[in-house]
């Protein structure tokens, strides 16, 4: 039976929102293997502009958070801070604690005054005022080893995130970072692979993690991007190579249905011919081709060449024409020219009901 849980969840934009409003409270993000946990604190240094420290917990010794040193002028012993946790400069940091609840005892022990509402500290150095100290961790379900104690808990606001589905890892992720169009497009039409277990009907899901079945490789949006650089760089390759690490990375079922899509790559048209001859040029067949054909389009997209693309892609579905146009009103840096085109614009308005 599947574990559904009714906590309430929120998304990679609004946990950075949440840590971003509240630098005095220790946030414990938790949620299920590869959903991108460890990219909010790049999402933070973004948005705020102070250095990150990342820091893998996990791998940790003692010796690796702070070490005893003599002060002999004083006759006393301190604590230094390593100097991975950036407080040796006394100015804000971003501190993400990956994977804490897999650390080992002592590690959490030594990190705790981390999270004290009163005099945060690492070692004998002070947490310098501004600074934002969050947590990572998967679920309990997950099975893969997290545990925490109860006197940590209420030091601590615990907030589940939530797997992104299809379309805000599409829109929010995969098209921003320029990640491959002919995964993007796969994804577009396989929105399960981006399901979570945790959901209701998920069982028979053979493409996500499940720690209730024994599994090799999964889709998550972690396994995508490094499956997103393998197919990018499949000239480099022989085709039984390019198979075997799509399997290794994101499964047999979904590295087999992947080939397709890159099959599909020689039904599309040259990209100078689009731009040459908008009303020309041919257009692929099948739903499949089309999704690599506008995926890849966004990612070429520019200032000079939007107009002929959008006429070109006025010839297809209007539901293609939503996807492509709607991605590209998203996107943090090509929205800037794109809502300056006047066809562009004429398309907003001439779609305003469907958008």
Known sequence: MTNIHMTQKVN????????????????????????????????????????????????????????????????????YPNARFQLHEGKPVIIMLDEWTKAMTPVKNMTHPMFEVDNPRLGDLPIPEGSYIFLTGNLESDGVGDSMQAHTKQRLTRIELMKPDAEYWIENYAVPNNLCPIVIAWVDRHPHCLASYTDEGQDGNELIFNPNVPQGAVCSPRTLEKVSTIVSNRDK???????????????????????????????????????????????????????????????????????????????????????????????????????????????????????
Request: charged residues 20%.
């Open 237 to 355: 390759y022989d085709s039984d190579s390019l198979m075997a690490a799509m399997q290794g990375t994101v499964g047999a079922s979904a590295a087999e249905s992947l080939a397709s899509y890159i099959r599909h790559q020689a039904d599309m048209p040259k990209f100078q011919s689009i731009i040459d001859s908008p009303n020309t040029a041919r257009i692929p067949d099948g739903e499949g081709a089309i999704a690599v054909l506008c995926y890849g389009l966004l990612e070429k997209v520019d200032n000079n060449n939007l107009t002929q693309i959008l006429t070109y892609l006025e010839r297809i579905d209007l539901e293609w024409q939503c996807i492509f146009c709607i991605n590209l009103a998203r996107h943090k840096t090509k929205s800037q020219f794109a809502f300056a085109n006047a066809k562009f614009a004429s398309w907003c308005a001439a779609n305003q009901d469907v958008l």
């Open 12 to 79: 990679h934009d609004q946990a950075v929102d949440l840590i971003m409003a509240n630098p005095t409270i220790r946030f414990f993000v938790q949620g299920e293997p590869g959903i991108g946990k460890s990219y909010l604190i790049k999402e933070l240094g973004r948005r705020l502009g102070l250095p990150t420290a990342y820091i893998d917990m996990p791998n940790l010794d003692l010796g690796d958070v702070a070490m005893p040193v003599i002060d002999h002028e004083h006759k006393v012993t301190r604590y």
